[in-house]
């Protein structure tokens, strides 16, 4: 099974700073099948980023996704207000299971 | 617009059956995508259950699999999960979501593009 470590557990910034995301695969995650998701209390996930770098229609430019092999990064350019959530990565690139980090939370 | 939600029981005792359904609203459960459930627990965290395809196809996460079914109704429009013999343990949300096909290999994986708000299980006598 492939055990996916987000780092940091949380990130405290303000709307407007930079935030990077980090995401290390404890094996190489074939063809970058790497997603990041977004969670917010109350609300339904939502997928941002699939195959490490493709951003899902919708979602805005100021998140973008990174890396191959072992590691990935999610990074916010400019925080907004909504952006403050927990973030989650998930590796769909081996063997069963697919997996999920342990997420990175967000927060002002 | 297409949506997903989860019904259930809210509370099962330990050593019976949760079953859940997640009903699929504004578009079809036919359509090509896969139809799948993952929990989220104390214990483990975000954590992959089952995933159904329409045409009777079913994975598990090889962890759950003795214990666990789904199955995908398509006239009646919902998709379902039966987790047997729950413990403490099988406390948390339990989200549906809907799949999107890749391949690894000989296998078929997915990450999930929409989900729905999830439903929460607590196992306690």
């Known amino acids: 099974e492939v055990v996916l470590t987000q780092s940091p557990g949380t990130l405290s910034l303000s709307p407007g700073e930079r935030a990077t995301l980090s995401c290390r695969a404890s094996q190489s995650i074939y063809n970058s099948f790497l997603a990041w998701y977004q969670f917010k209390p109350g609300q339904a996930p939502r997928l941002l980023i699939f195959g490490a770098s493709s951003r899902v229609r919708g979602v805005p430019d100021r998140f973008s996704g990174g890396g191959s092999g072992t590691d990935f990064t999610l990074t916010i350019s400019r925080l907004e207000p909504e952006d403050f959530a927990v973030y989650y990565c998930q590796q769909y690139g081996s063997s069963p299971p697919l997996t999920f980090g342990g997420g990175t939370k967000v927060e002002i | 617009q297409l949506q997903l939600q989860e019904s259930g029981p809210g509370v099962v005792r330990p050593s019976e059956t949760l079953s859940l359904t997640c009903t699929v609203s504004?578009?079809?459960?036919?359509?090509?995508?896969?139809w799948g459930w993952i929990r989220q627990t104390p214990g483990k965290g975000l954590e992959w259950v089952a995933t159904a395809y329409y045409t009777g196809s079913k994975y598990y996460n090889p962890s759950l699999k003795s214990r666990v079914t789904i199955s995908v109704d398509t006239s009646r429009k919902f998709f379902s999960l039966n987790l047997f013999s729950v413990t403490a343990s099988d406390t948390g949300l339990y989200y549906c979501?809907?799949?999107?096909?890749?391949?690894?290999?000989?296998?078929?994986?997915?990450?999930?593009?929409?989900w729905g708000r999830g439903t929460m299980v607590v196992v306690s006598s």
């Open positions: 979501a809907r799949g999107d096909e890749n391949l690894y290999g000989d296998y078929v994986t997915w990450y999930f593009d929409l």
């Open positions: 504004g578009g079809s459960i036919s359509s090509g995508y896969y």
